[in-house]
């Protein structure tokens, strides 16, 4: 993943899984697509129609994930910071919502799908969710939990047995065994947590942090697994 700053907007920058480098998508408050590298860029929200666009639904809101299925190339899972999580499962031309309302937060109160990681052994998908950055900043995050999915996201599972509420960003390490994933999340207000066992059960892991650290996002070291790196907010 590549985060860039273009005109003030952010976007998240992934490669295609095929493993072709020309093959991007990039999302901030749109979807766009490019495959020759990034020379060009092309919208995937919408699709000409003679001098008419046809949208695919995904034409407001902003794009706070965006992951690919390690599993199958053409499966990727996007992320909308109040518009729930939406699949494709043709590399970006078409998507489904995954959430049974339009505006999840009137249903579960978490309307973002904020951080997406895919298990590339099986599939399995883990989704923290909180009630959106545009929308929680002034409150410090308050909000947020973590689910799974064992069908692609047609269905979910809450997995926050020892995990406190707050902002959620997830890392894997994919070399933990698969039935026993191990998983890092960072949670807004609370440190850093992990889990032994696929996201069954988290416990605290802060040494140095301290129990308040305004934990903002982690990385995971993809050449030596047991390095994390944690950005703080210190405002």
Known sequence: VVEVFCNALKFTVLQMA????NQLIAGSVRIIRSSDAGQSWQQAYTTAVGDAWHGNGIE???AQAITFD???????YVGYDDFGIWRSDDAGYSFKHLDPYQAPYYETGYDAGLSIVVDPANG???????????VEWVDGY????????TDHGE???????GLPEGRPQLVMDTTSPVTARVLYCAVYGHGVYKSTDSGATWSAVNNGLGDTALAF????DSEHPQTLYVGLNTI
Do not use: F
């Open 18 to 21: 095929s493993g072709d480098p």
């Open 60 to 62: 407001l809101m902003i």
């Open 70 to 76: 390690p599993v199958d190339p053409d499966r990727l």
């Open 124 to 134: 399995d998908v883990y989704l923290g969710r909180n009630n959106g950055d545009t």
């Open 142 to 149: 308050p909000t947020g939990k973590v689910w799974k999915s």
């Open 155 to 161: 269905t979910w599972t809450e997995i926050t047995a």
């Open 217 to 220: 996002r982690l990385v995971i």
